[in-house]
């Protein structure tokens, strides 16, 4: 298993805390992650942000890796189970 592989399924067994802890996702993801769960695209969500649509897609993409998840949505769910959005 290469060793990217081997970080991602620790994260993915991470707990609340220890993800927090560690600051693994960025307060810039977490916004992010908070307003695709109120159902913004990465446009509205640049927008409301005063960024670009990408820049929201990045950050997006990384906290999915963080998380352990594909898709946006899997990291919202996850993201909410380690209470990390309220």
Do not use: F, N, Y
Request: aromatic residues 2%.
């Amino acid at each position: 298993m290469r060793g990217g592989s081997m970080r991602m399924l620790k994260l993915a067994d991470a707990s609340a805390s220890s993800v927090a802890d560690e600051g693994a996702l960025r307060p810039r993801q977490i916004e992010c992650l908070t307003w695709a769960e109120k159902g913004k695209s990465a446009r509205d969500t640049g927008q409301i942000l005063g960024i670009s649509q990408r820049t929201v897609e990045k950050h997006l993409e990384q906290a999915c890796e963080v998380l352990g998840v594909r898709t946006r949505i899997q990291a919202v769910v996850r993201a909410r189970e380690l209470g990390l959005l309220h």
